[in-house]
């Protein structure tokens, strides 16, 4: 099987295309969310999907305790190495579908990266919003950001959507992302196909991720969160911004819960 990019944490920032700055503009919009939404400060906070946990470094370096879950061990190992000495960041590999963590409660949660729709299983999704209801303070919220899922087409072949080249470091990546065909009946909103080959300077390696992206709306988001019985849905905010209408959404959106 080929390597999946999370295997190499130094290029997949720059694949995903994020931009200096961005962590700290989503970190600082999450603030704005929990003052807005959660009336009492936040001092714990569960990073779902963290990766090496650049939102969790952020928020831990200010003083919060904040405890990450992700399954890759090679994201893990980038993230403890950066926050070597910093008290108040604990990883732990779990997968988001299912799981249980040895911590007191938290005043939050988020899941940043867009990476919620990953999970397409309604019992998937359901366990998933149960398993993060048993860590978060009843009152408490949990933040998800969705990618706009408004201009994809249905496509009947894998098909190349968009490519480029990047630099990571020392390393040249050629990016290509193919869109693959769905059946109608699915939840899904498309496949999507991460294919990178990466020119380090002495060998060539090609990735690829298959990830499917399930269709989520806002009050489909909604209803999901009714289903749960642990969530109800607050407030759903477009492109980092407490006042732009969503139906002007262009990039992703926010999901805010509150537990019940
Ligand atoms: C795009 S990265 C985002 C990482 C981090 N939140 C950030 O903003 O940099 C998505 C992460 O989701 C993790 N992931 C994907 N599927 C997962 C699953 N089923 N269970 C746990 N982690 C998963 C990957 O290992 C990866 O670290």
Redesign the pocket.
């Known amino acids: 099987m080929e390597p999946s990019i999370?295997q190499f944490p130094d290029v997949?920032?720059r694949v995903?295309m994020e931009a200096p700055g961005d962590?700290e503009r989503e970190v600082r919009f999450l603030e704005e969310v929990w003052r807005r939404h959660l009336k009492r400060p936040v001092r714990r906070v569960l990073?779902i999907?963290?990766?090496?946990?650049?939102?969790g470094q952020i928020l831990a370096r200010a003083g919060i305790e904040v405890a990450g879950?992700?399954?890759?061990p090679t994201?893990i190992a980038a993230g403890r190495a950066e926050a070597t000495g910093l008290k108040g960041l604990q990883f732990y590999r779990?997968?988001?579908?299912q799981f249980q963590l040895p911590e007191k409660s938290f005043d939050a949660a988020f899941f940043?990266?867009e990476?919620f729709p990953?999970m397409t299983r309604n019992r998937d999704i359901i366990t998933h919003l149960e398993s993060v209801a048993a860590l978060v303070k009843r009152g408490g919220l949990y933040c998800i950001d969705i990618d706009y899922q408004g201009e994809v087409e249905l496509v009947r072949t894998r098909t190349l959507w968009r490519e480029r080249t990047v630099q990571a470091g020392d390393a040249q990546v050629e990016v290509r992302e193919y869109h693959r065909p769905i059946e109608w009946h699915e939840a899904l909103h498309s496949i999507y196909e991460l294919e990178c080959t990466i020119h380090f300077d002495d060998r060539s390696i090609i990735t690829r991720d298959l990830i499917p992206v399930r269709y989520f709306t806002p009050p489909l988001m909604d209803l999901t969160a009714r289903a749960s019985r642990k969530f109800e849905m607050l407030a759903a905010y477009a492109d980092l911004s407490l006042t732009r209408p969503i139906a002007q959404c262009y990039g992703r959106w926010l999901a805010v819960l509150r537990r019940v």
């Open positions: 999370y997949f920032r995903h962590i990073d999907a963290c990766g090496n946990s650049p939102h879950i992700d399954r890759s994201m779990r997968r988001i579908e940043m990266s990476t990953i």
